[in-house]
């Protein structure tokens, strides 16, 4: 049986993000989950502290040369995970698949697997240039979320293998849909930016 891979993720210091990441290290700790938590200073706001998860990720992934899986740091394992079919592609994330490629919620990067190939690689340093593009538009109107640029990068790289991450590893508390469709999930996400996102902007 393989291992799964190590559970990656940060949250902004002296911010209530630290108590959302302290539970999520005592579940992987419950499930003897490898696992790499860091703390890191606010770089002024939400939307910034939010593109900086695919450098997090690159720099993660360089250095450790393994296959990781991204947890925002609002997750909680529930139950035990396993090494699934989808972690075999380059990278893998939940999709809607109801929704259009271009509509800003068709990818949801709360987990994200990258392996350790060229082409998780390739895909990552594609995301985190996209993050700082959309970011740094000075027409943008509408909120910055790290899954739009994840979503743009993986239109631009076709040749790279992305998986659909079942619901089962991202499923959101209180969506209606998901709590209907995965009964019994191993990750749930708590949406700690509904709560903390003005907190850390100010």
């Given at each position: 049986m393989r291992q799964f891979p190590t559970i990656i993720s940060f949250y902004t210091q002296n911010t209530?993000?630290?108590?959302?990441?302290?539970?999520?290290?005592?579940?992987?700790r419950k499930w003897n989950l490898n696992h790499y938590i860091?703390?890191?200073?606010?770089?002024?706001?939400?939307?910034?502290?939010?593109?900086?998860?695919?450098?997090?990720?690159?720099?993660?992934?360089?250095?450790?040369?393994?296959?990781?899986?991204?947890?925002?740091?609002?997750?909680?394992?529930e139950r035990a995970p396993e090494?699934?079919?989808?972690?075999?592609?380059?990278?893998?994330?939940?999709?809607?698949?109801?929704?259009?490629?271009e509509h800003p919620s068709k990818v949801i990067s709360s987990t994200v697997y990258a392996n350790n190939t060229?082409?998780?690689e390739q895909l990552l340093r594609s995301w985190a240039v996209h993050a700082k593009q959309m970011l740094l538009d000075d027409e943008r109107e509408e909120e910055f979320w790290d899954q739009m640029a994840l979503s743009q990068a993986i239109r631009n790289h076709s040749d790279v293998v992305v998986s659909d991450l079942p619901l089962a590893y991202a499923k959101i508390f209180d969506h209606p849909e998901d709590l209907i469709s995965e009964p019994n999930p191993i990750i749930v996400h708590y949406q700690a930016s509904r709560r903390f996102k003005d907190q850390v902007s100010q």
């Open positions: 209530p993000y630290q108590f959302e990441a302290e539970k999520l290290a005592e579940s992987c860091k703390a890191i200073p606010s770089f002024g706001s939400w939307e910034l502290n939010c593109a900086f998860k695919p450098f997090f990720i690159l720099g993660e992934r360089l250095e450790k040369k393994e296959p990781l899986l991204w947890v925002d740091c609002d997750g909680v394992f090494w699934i079919q989808p972690f075999e592609a380059d990278l893998s994330v939940r999709r809607h698949p109801e929704l259009s490629d060229p082409g998780a």
